[in-house]
C-alpha cells in the first residue's frame, strides 16, 4: 500500500488519556509518543479502576505516561 500514513497513539500527559493528536482532546494539554501499557474504561461512573486513577470519561488510558 503506497501512502499509508501509520499514526503512533500518543498519550496526554495530564489525564493520560490516549488519542492521535499532538493536543489531548479532552482537557487540550500536550501529548507524548512515551507511554506505557492502557486501560479501557468502558463505564466510568462505576469503574473502580477509574475512581482509583482519577479518571472521568470512557475511553483508552495510559498507565504511565513520561
Not at 501512502?3 to 500536550?30: E, H, M, Q, W
Request: net charge positive.
Amino acid at each position: 500500500m503506497i501512502g499509508t500514513v501509520v499514526r503512533i497513539p500518543k498519550a496526554c500527559k495530564n489525564c493520560a488519556y490516549i488519542s492521535d493528536d499532538d493536543k489531548c482532546p479532552l482537557c487540550g494539554n500536550d501529548t507524548s509518543k512515551d507511554w506505557q501499557g492502557y486501560v479501557i474504561i468502558v463505564d466510568h461512573p462505576r469503574s473502580e479502576i477509574a475512581k482509583k486513577m482519577g479518571i472521568h470519561a470512557n475511553g483508552r488510558f495510559a498507565l504511565r505516561v513520561r
